[in-house]
């Protein structure tokens, strides 16, 4: 669903909005006047029971990102799980950095994130992705996705285990030190693909429709780059108009065990119950891996006993949530704070 921010303006306000539609084959245009904040709470209470219908806010998704100045450029929607604006025609080539691997020292006073090995994997996985990319540019089965990839070559690099990343640091998910440090990685991230995209760009060509002038006027671009790769753009342009995407990353996090995209981790452990096996019913608890992990090391018996830092979407509240999806009220002044830890317990 999209929403708007006349909308979102109506919703504040408590006015009324008109909702309009027009039918493609008949021309039919078809309005009605409702309560806009009476209807967002129905589409947040809907959204709450079943998880549908999902929300785009599609003036930011349309003026933040890199093409957002660039006038003969439009969304015309997402990939199935909505991670990923697309244009018509648009190739969604995903993959993601587990963010929980760049941890050393983790469970200790000592433990921090590892810049320097992060940049290393950004890079490798930019030219990975584009050489993927190109493998697959024939397969697509329409000759307008493959028009699109060509022209626009998208890519979309995101991350996992954001959440067994802050408990391995000590970082209660939603604090203030995990704000700081969330968007120092994010703006790392940023910063280095798109440096690195640029580096390809020289050496094998700017995407054709690319234009560096209209990137690096992109709001979205001038607030996630480095003076060097504002250089490096301008020399050569990107090799990619699209380059991150973090998505939730269900299906790859569950294998490999660690917390999905953003998230917090859902819960310590699960009950399970069998019905077969003993002749009668036993419940028993499964707990999360990285749950598991430091209840081993640290000889714990219950989970009652981890650090208050081992925060779940159970316990999380929800400004919490809302303050690390935004990084509000922190944003560019603490960037490079980056030692702040929570107390240990």
Same mark, same amino acid.
């Given at each position: 669903m999209r929403i708007s921010k006349e909308f979102m303006d109506a919703v504040k306000k408590n006015k009324p909005f008109m909702l309009e539609y027009t039918r493609e084959t008949t021309a039919e245009r078809i309005e009605r006047e409702v309560n806009a904040r009476v209807l967002f709470r129905h589409i947040a209470e809907v959204n709450w029971d079943y998880g549908e219908p999902g929300a785009l806010f599609w003036d930011r998704i349309a003026g933040w990102n890199l093409l957002s100045n660039t006038e003969d450029f439009q969304y015309a929607g997402v990939n199935p799980c909505a991670e990923e604006p697309l244009p /018509?025609?648009?190739? @969604?080539?995903? %993959?993601?950095?587990?963010?929980?691997?760049?941890?050393?020292?983790?469970?200790?006073?000592?433990?921090t994130f590892d810049f320097g090995r992060f940049k290393d994997c950004i890079r490798i996985c930019i030219r990975a992705l584009n050489e993927v990319l190109d493998e697959?540019?024939?397969?697509?089965?329409?000759?307008?996705?493959?028009?699109?990839?060509?022209?626009?070559?998208q890519i979309g690099l995101g991350i996992m285990g954001l959440a067994d990343m802050l408990i391995k640091l000590g970082i209660a998910y939603g604090e203030e030190a995990s704000i700081i440090l969330c968007d120092e990685i994010g703006f790392t991230m940023a910063d280095t693909a798109i440096a690195e995209s640029a580096l390809l760009?020289?050496?094998?060509? /700017?995407?054709?429709? @690319?234009?560096? %002038?209209?990137?690096?006027?992109?709001?979205?671009?001038?607030a996630n780059t480095t003076k060097e790769t504002k250089e490096l753009v301008k020399?050569?342009?990107?090799?990619?108009s699209q380059i991150l995407t973090v998505a939730p990353t269900g299906t790859i996090s569950t294998m490999l065990g660690v917390s999905g995209g953003i998230e917090p981790i859902y819960a310590n452990y699960?009950?399970?119950?069998?019905?077969?096996?003993?002749?009668?019913?036993?419940?028993?608890?499964?707990?999360?891996?990285?749950?598991?992990?430091?209840m081993k090391e640290h000889q714990l018996k219950e989970s009652s006993a981890l650090p208050e830092y081992f925060v779940t979407a159970m316990n999380l509240d929800y400004h919490q949530r809302i303050r690390m999806q935004t990084g509000r009220n922190f944003k560019l002044k603490y960037r490079g704070q980056i030692r702040v830890k929570s107390p240990r317990i």
């Open positions: /018509a025609g648009g190739s @969604c080539l995903l %993959g993601s950095l587990n963010l929980s691997e760049f941890v050393k020292n983790p469970f200790t006073d000592e433990a697959g540019m024939d397969l697509h089965p329409l000759e307008e996705q493959r028009r699109s990839a060509a022209d626009l070559r760009a020289e050496k094998e060509g /700017a995407y054709p429709k @690319c234009c560096a %002038g209209e990137i690096i006027a992109a709001p979205y671009f001038q020399k050569y342009g990107l090799r990619n699960y009950e399970r119950r069998t019905e077969s096996l003993y002749g009668k019913n036993v419940s028993y608890k499964v707990y999360t891996k990285i749950v598991e992990t430091y």
